[in-house]
């Protein structure tokens, strides 16, 4: 019998992005059904290009900036160029965000919640915890500088600079608006699309030597540990204290990412880190500065390459390490994804 109007075909799920894995690591949650051998470098390929661009545009909007030029807020340190050029700088890190999430969603074709953690989605609970137990090791670092230096709180090494009430305002401003992006989006690239690419790799049914390797966390909290560090080194070659303290710092948040099951612990120290680190630089006239040897974006101390740093960084991550799986472990903080009950 025929039937008016004809039934609509039934539609297909083909191509829906793929789930989250059942019972799988943070770092095993790119290898999804969907995984093939070329989703690995399509990944580096289309996140380089879009890397380029982004860059590209950042430097012809810099560049504008710079044409149009610009007049001091306060003739002694802080300038509209110097607060311009953060500004753009944060910013520029922090448009990395789009860039991750378009690469997880469109290349390899999954949720892009399995990014942030083993729950599919930010635990915004576990962040806040995260960030307020991150004051404890930056506090301790603190006071351990205070002792190495040989300084007292009234005699310490932070010094007034900052020219006008008005320019330390908008530098604050700037410091406390963009931070939190910027410090998602560098977590977000080399704590999770690196390690989640690297943990991809081995396949689930091998039982060779090398697959069972690819599968473990070792490889990915490796490489996502070490290439923020070999990338500073690469511009920074004598700078070998601050290289082996941004290695310390991103191997501690990279095996942490994978203790805890997602991006939240790293996020809360670096952007902790970052919010006091910078705001040193603007109290003191130093924001030039960031970005640079002396003062690395990432929140590593004042006087970044000495061997201080290394002991400071030792210290605030160890500890930091262990508050943060203590209150993990108390918490119940899932650090595999959800199974299906039978």
Do not use: K
Request: proline content about 6%.
């Amino acid at each position: 019998m025929w039937a008016w109007p004809p039934p609509r075909p039934v539609r297909s799920s083909q191509f829906a992005c793929a789930e989250i894995p059942e019972g799988e690591s943070y770092h095993r949650l790119a290898r999804t059904p969907r995984f093939r051998w070329w989703v690995f470098p399509l990944s580096l390929l289309v996140f380089t290009v879009l890397l380029f661009f982004l860059w590209v545009g950042v430097l012809v909007v810099m560049t504008i900036v710079a044409i149009l030029g610009g007049s001091g807020l306060a003739p002694d340190s802080v300038r509209v160029g110097e607060i311009a050029g953060l500004a753009f700088g944060l910013s520029a890190i922090a448009l990395l965000v789009p860039v991750t999430l378009f690469v997880v969603r469109v290349v390899q074709w999954r949720r892009t919640g399995a990014l942030f953690s083993v729950a599919g989605r930010m635990r915004w609970r576990w962040l806040a915890r995260c960030v307020f137990t991150a004051a404890v090791p930056l506090t301790a670092g603190a006071m351990l500088l205070l002792v190495l230096s040989g300084g007292t709180p009234a005699d310490g090494p932070v010094s007034v600079n900052y020219g006008s009430a008005e320019a330390l305002a908008a530098a604050v401003l700037v410091i406390v608006l963009l931070v939190p992006f910027q410090s998602a989006a560098e977590e977000m690239t080399v704590r999770g699309l690196v390690m989640q690419l690297v943990g991809s790799l081995g396949s689930p049914g091998g039982d060779s030597s090398f697959a069972r390797v690819l599968r473990s966390p070792w490889p990915a909290v490796l490489a996502g540990g070490t290439l923020f560090a070999a990338l500073y080194a690469s511009t920074h070659p004598g700078h070998l204290w601050a290289t082996v303290s941004l290695a310390v710092f991103g191997l501690g948040m990279a095996w942490l990412t994978w203790r805890t099951g997602g991006l939240e612990a790293a996020i809360g120290l670096h952007v902790v880190n970052s919010l006091v680190q910078l705001s040193l630089c603007a109290v003191e006239g130093r924001l030039s500065e960031v970005g640079t040897g002396v003062v690395i974006g990432s929140g590593l101390p004042v006087g970044t390459n000495t061997p201080t740093t290394l002991v400071l960084t030792v210290v605030q991550v160890g500890l930091y390490l262990l508050l943060v799986t203590g209150l993990a472990r108390r918490h119940g903080v899932a650090r595999r994804s959800a199974t299906t009950q039978p």
